[in-house]
């Protein structure tokens, strides 16, 4: 089983102004270094590239050579797994405790 990984909990770990930084950070170094399956998607890993690389979103943002090496960095790593959907893919995703979790974090944060 792999955790579900967002855009933003990769760039919360890139990005040192953010107040979320050295908790994403740590929590992905863990996982980076692990032994379980890191698994990604490259949905992912697209809008952290378009994201991190936008200057319109960070004051220094990732220029893209930073940012395709840090994918690469990631995907050069033994537990790291790439994930795409398939026919099963909502079924899968449905029976999955994302979408409790997905709801958790939308609605606690009142």
């Known amino acids: ?15 040192q102004m953010s107040p979320n930084h050295e908790k994403a ?9 692990g032994d379980l399956p890191v698994c990604l998607c490259w949905t992912v890993l697209g809008s952290f590239i378009r994201i991190g690389t936008n200057p319109r979103v960070f004051e220094h943002p990732l220029s893209l050579d930073q940012a395709l ?6 995907l050069d790593q033994p ?21 409790q979790r997905f709801e958790k974090r939308v609605y606690d944060r009142s």
């Not at 089983?1 to 990005?15: G, I, P, V």
């Not at 090496?69 to 990631?74: E, H, I, T, Y």
């Open 69 to 74: 090496a840090r994918v690469q960095s990631w």
């Open 1 to 15: 089983m792999c955790d579900a990984l967002t855009s933003y909990s990769l760039l919360y770990a890139e990005d």
């Open 25 to 33: 950070r740590a929590w992905w170094d863990a996982h980076l270094s």
């Open 79 to 99: 537990c790291t797994r790439l994930v795409n959907p398939t026919e099963h893919h909502w079924t899968v995703f449905q029976e999955s405790d994302y979408p």
